[in-house]
Nanobody
Framework: VQLQASGGGLVQAGGSLRLSCAAS????????MGWFRQAPGKERDFVAA????????YYADSVKGRFTISRDNTKNAVYLQMNTLKREDTAIYYC???????????????????WGQGTQVTVSS
């Protein structure tokens, strides 16, 4: 399984970014997908998750209403649309995949067995 995250960058507070994660080496439609983030000196925290079909999505309270996770099973890709960005959203963002875990709002890193390399998001004031 290979996951390649992209789309990060430097943006002003209030701006938007769209992250993408391209997956290969797996039957993508059979995997739940998630996004996590890790700020300097902090643990890797759950951001959003999406079910295998894309019919159910889950978010951390800190991003609810601002971020949207989606997937395209024909392109083996998952996305994270981030709007109204805040300085506290600054982190490295990682996409993750898991074949067997049921997606839910309280996902943790141990729920996912495949990880991408991360993409840096920096929000300036």
């Amino acid at each position: 399984v290979q996951l390649q995250a992209s789309g990060g960058g430097l943006v002003q507070a209030g701006g938007s970014l769209r992250l993408s994660c391209a997956a290969s080496g797996l039957a993508f439609r059979l995997y739940g997908m998630g996004w996590f983030r890790q700020a300097p000196g902090k643990e890797r925290d759950f951001v959003a998750a999406i079910s295998r079909s894309g019919g159910r999505t889950y978010y951390a309270d800190s991003v609810k209403g601002r971020f949207t996770i989606s997937r395209d099973n024909t392109k083996n890709a998952v996305y994270l649309q981030m709007n109204t960005l805040k300085r506290e959203d600054t982190a490295i963002y990682y996409c993750a995949a898991d074949r067997y875990s049921t997606m839910h709002p309280g996902m943790v890193t141990a729920d996912f067995d495949s990880w991408g390399q991360g993409t840096q998001v920096t929000v300036s004031s």
